[in-house]
């Protein structure tokens, strides 16, 4: 069956009557709609970034607990003492202080049970350090493990954080947006960032007990945030000059 065709195109009607649908008598109910949407999303994007934090948090937290429990009471796995040989180097160091205040706590007359009940204390010391390193490994793999199930299994609630995010991020002012562009380029690649940089590998080093040569630290200071200002400039001129033009001339106008 053919249908009629008029004399006006049928969008131009569409779109006549949209309008006066939204100057009309249901302007409020569009209006309480949109409220409707707009809170939905908020409230589940707060929900979505508080789930992938919180249990991966409260995951890790119970796992190394259990392990931890698990490895110092079982007597069927052996543990060595040190784990790499900058832990030996401390212990080694450690115990030539000790040797040190020994010799001068031996001078004063005091008690010369001392000596082995300070190798005794620091054995168990790099003994519990060696325990904490293998707890991290297991405790951070598998909440990796369950952190990647977590993304796995909220595909629809990232995909509604990640248009909320965008919305808000787009909402913001030229002026804001280059605040917070600039911030993070400063705390990432600053003139001050190699200190951040440089607790944040040390911390990453003990953590999971690497051994590291000192070079390697000064290479990675000196190199990365090199190249993370590269990645940065690169996205700028590539993408966000398309997207917010107006945002990279700002940007520009700000730091000169």
Same mark, same amino acid.
């Given at each position: 069956?053919?249908?009629?065709? %008029? ?16 100057? %009309?008598? /249901?302007? *409020? ?10 809170? +939905? ?15 991966? #948090?409260?995951?890790?937290?119970? $796992? ?12 069927? &796995? #052996? ?8 832990? /030996?180097?401390?212990?080694? @160091?450690?115990?030539?202080?000790? *040797?040190?205040?020994? +010799?001068? *706590? ?5 008690? @010369? ?10 054995? @168990? ?7 904490? &390193? ?6 951070? !793999? ?33 002026? =804001? ?11 990432? !690649? ?30 990675? $200071?000196? =190199?990365?945030? !090199? ?7 690169? #996205?700028?001129?590539? +993408?966000?000059?398309? &997207?917010?033009?107006?945002? !990279?001339? =700002? ?6």
């Amino acid at each position: 069956m053919n249908e009629q065709i %008029g004399w006006i195109p049928r969008s131009i009607i569409r779109t006549f009557q949209r309008f006066f649908k939204q100057i %009309g008598f /249901q302007t *409020d109910l569009f209006a309480i709609y949109e409220f409707r949407v707009s809170r +939905y999303f908020a409230i589940a994007s707060v929900q979505c970034i508080l789930f992938l934090i919180l249990c991966p #948090w409260i995951f890790q937290f119970l $796992i190394k607990m259990l392990v931890f429990k698990w490895l110092k009471g079982s007597s069927l &796995i #052996w543990l060595p003492v040190f784990l790499n040989f900058h832990q /030996q180097e401390q212990a080694l @160091e450690q115990l030539h202080h000790l *040797d040190a205040q020994i +010799y001068f *706590d031996t001078l004063l007359n005091f008690s @010369e049970n001392s000596n082995s009940a300070s190798i005794n204390q620091t054995a @168990e010391f790099f003994s519990n350090q060696s325990l904490h &390193i293998i707890t991290n490994w297991i405790s951070d !793999v598998t909440t990796l493990i369950f952190f990647l199930f977590l993304l796995l299994f909220s595909k629809p609630q990232i995909i509604i954080f990640k248009t909320f995010f965008i919305e808000s991020v787009f909402s913001l002012s030229e002026t =804001t947006k280059c605040f917070f562009l600039i911030f993070l380029l400063d705390l990432l !690649v600053g003139f001050h960032s190699s200190k951040s940089w440089q607790v944040f590998l040390q911390f990453v080093i003990d953590h999971f007990g690497f051994q590291i040569n000192p070079n390697f630290v000064y290479f990675f $200071i000196s =190199t990365f945030p !090199v190249m993370l200002d590269t990645i940065f400039k690169y #996205w700028i001129f590539r +993408y966000l000059n398309k &997207i917010s033009p107006s945002t !990279v001339a =700002t940007y520009q106008a700000m730091i000169e």
